[in-house]
């Protein structure tokens, strides 16, 4: 077969020189992401004693490495629980168009730019033990000693809050914003309330989206890593994973076992992530009448 | 004006209690940056900005703002470079495989930084790239080309295909395709995509985190070594630079909004015309 002729039969499926535009995007992702990832693997499976499963067990025996998974997804899952859920009733009365509405975006959007560090400093300034929502709330006599609100889970908590709600909020808002106005009008002339109108319309056209939203916003949440530190309590209460991971493989050189735990946090990343991807497909899953 | 129901009063009384505290949160690291003495009383005792010259001296900042200006422009450029002609493919054709290349750029967005940062950091240290600004940018780089290929590919479906068809008629290369039709008509897209991979990589701190060395930090990082080591530094000095930081985000992240209208990065429905 000569060389035109099998250049036309690949051309017929869709394969040509164009997509060698692709190559150098591809070689990044392989070399920067794919080979780390797999040298990773391989490494956790070479411990310096305990056999192939060595790390692995190692992590799984000593109950105070086990236990950061818990008090990771402890933060994690109801941080991203509660990014979601706040955003949702916030999006849906910011549809359409009213005055201000780029002003309250960009208001709300805001703390993506604070920054870790300014988000630990201003809790532990606004929070803390004589800061000056203790102090309101002592003057008003709600409380009489200062509640503890950073150096613990709460800390950690909040800056999870402050940093996750952004862009939880950007991403429902453009999903809301996708969604027909118009089959919701539909409903409204058939009779349907408020709440039906949502909770039939509304909400089963967004439960995509919103799925979307809970992984990216729970992905964030889940590696937290300088709050934790800063806020929290890095040797107790607010012992995550990746502080974890970072001991391990920086502070003690363990690389096998720090490997170890970054491929278990990416399991039990992805495997929440899977089921909630697997929950989502129990919805209608289609167009969503946008336009464009 | 419509009238408001009563969960429509909860909800935005809910974001205004949010936002008070924010304000205040935010407002008590400035006032701290800017006080003397802050013990157990409302306010400062007195009002200074002496501060703000103790971190950009004693702490090298002027250095650490030039590393993390390069580090953050190198990204967006090789990112860019990178990136646009991958979505371009990624937007325009279909060919076998497609799926599974999508995901292989999907998955760095989805992964969180630290489980890949560390066996990247490994095999940076490995070939001797960490601990350098090269290690840094490379690190950087991997988030980033993804996040490019998804931002841009809307805007170039956008495009009509005539246009490019009309091109090639005319006997135009790809490459001459790329520089005269595409890259004009992508402009505002590109722009978009480039504030927005400027904001990450500024905001960064995983990767950067796990490969700078001294010399190679960004101000993320300097900033929490700052303020981890305690007692090194006066607390007020990091508020200091925190406050600095946060400004200079801010400035970029409205410029980003100019640009992109951030409810259309998902779904793109034009706003009714009404």
Redesign the interface.
């Known amino acids: 077969m000569s060389d035109t002729a099998l250049r036309h039969r690949l051309a017929e499926r869709g394969v040509d020189r164009q997509l060698l535009l692709l190559v150098p995007g591809l070689a990044c992702v392989l070399a920067l992401f794919v080979y780390p990832f797999a040298y990773g693997i391989g490494l956790s499976f070479q411990p310096a004693s305990g056999g192939v499963l060595g790390a692995y067990r190692a992590f799984f025996t000593d109950a105070y490495q086990r236990d950061t998974i818990a008090t990771t997804l402890g933060l994690a899952l109801p941080a991203a629980i509660l990014n979601v859920a706040a955003s949702v009733p916030i999006a849906y009365l910011m549809r359409g168009r009213f005055r201000g509405k780029r002003f309250l975006t960009t208001i709300l959007v805001v703390p993506i730019t604070l920054g870790t560090v300014l988000t630990a400093e201003g809790l532990l300034n606004y929070l803390g033990p004589t800061g000056w929502f203790n102090r309101a709330l002592m003057s008003i006599g709600v409380i009489d000693e200062p509640v503890r609100l950073t150096n613990n889970y709460w800390g950690v908590f909040f800056s999870l809050v402050i940093t996750g709600f952004p862009f939880a909020f950007l991403l429902i808002l453009s999903y809301l914003s996708g969604i027909d106005p118009t089959l919701e009008r539909a409903a409204a002339t058939l009779g349907a309330g408020r709440w039906q109108r949502f909770s039939r319309i509304t909400l089963p056209l967004l439960a995509p989206g919103l799925a979307t939203t809970f992984c990216l916003t729970f992905v964030l949440a889940f590696s937290v890593f300088p709050s934790a530190v800063l806020v929290g309590d890095p040797a107790g209460s607010t012992r995550v994973v990746s502080i974890a991971a970072y001991h391990a493989a920086y502070e003690a050189y363990d690389y096998p076992l720090g490997s170890a735990i970054a491929v278990i946090m990416g399991v039990v990343e992805l495997v929440v992530v899977a089921v909630v991807l697997g929950l989502r497909s129990l919805f209608y899953t289609g167009s969503t009448g946008g336009k464009g | 004006m419509r009238r408001l129901?009563v969960?429509?009063w909860l909800?935005?009384g809910?974001?205004a209690f949010?936002?008070i505290?924010?304000a205040?949160?935010?407002g008590?690291?400035v006032v701290?940056s800017v006080g003397r003495r802050w013990?157990?009383t409302?306010l400062p005792q007195g009002w200074t900005t002496h501060w703000y010259a103790s971190a950009w001296k004693e702490f090298g900042l002027l250095q650490v703002l030039v590393v993390t200006l390069e580090v953050a422009l190198l990204v967006v450029a090789i990112s860019v470079?990178?990136?646009v002609?991958?979505s371009?493919?990624?937007a325009r054709?279909?060919?076998?495989g497609r799926r599974l290349?999508y995901l292989?750029?999907l998955?760095?967005i989805?992964?969180?930084?630290?489980?890949?940062g560390?066996?990247?950091?490994?095999?940076?240290y490995k070939y001797g790239f960490a601990g350098h600004l090269a290690g840094v940018v490379?690190?950087n780089?991997?988030p980033s080309?993804?996040f490019v290929?998804l931002t841009m590919t809307p805007f170039i479906e956008q495009i009509d295909q005539s246009v490019e068809r009309a091109a090639r008629m005319c006997g135009a290369r790809?490459w001459q395709i790329f520089a005269r039709i595409l890259a004009p008509l992508l402009v505002p897209g590109i722009l978009a995509a480039s504030i927005l991979v400027l904001?990450r990589t500024v905001?960064m701190?995983?990767l950067t985190?796990?490969t700078a060395g001294p010399d190679s930090q960004t101000l993320?990082v300097a900033?929490?070594y700052s303020?981890?080591a305690a007692g090194i530094r006066a607390?007020q000095s990091?508020?200091a630079?925190?406050?600095l930081?946060?400004s200079s985000?801010?400035v970029?992240?409205?410029a980003a909004?100019r640009f992109v209208n951030?409810?259309?990065?998902?779904?793109?429905?034009?706003?009714?015309p009404?």
């Open positions: 129901t969960g429509a909800v935005w809910a974001v949010f936002l505290n924010l205040a949160l935010i008590a690291v701290n013990f157990d409302w470079l990178v990136g002609p991958a371009y493919v990624l054709r279909s060919f076998p290349v292989l750029f998955l760095p989805l992964m969180p930084p630290i489980t890949y560390i066996p990247l950091a490994t095999v940076l490379l690190a780089l991997v080309i993804p290929i790809t904001v905001g701190f995983e985190f796990l993320v900033l929490y303020m981890s607390q990091v508020d630079m925190a406050v930081y946060t985000m801010l970029l992240l409205v909004l951030p409810t259309q990065l998902v779904a793109r429905v034009k706003d009714e009404d």
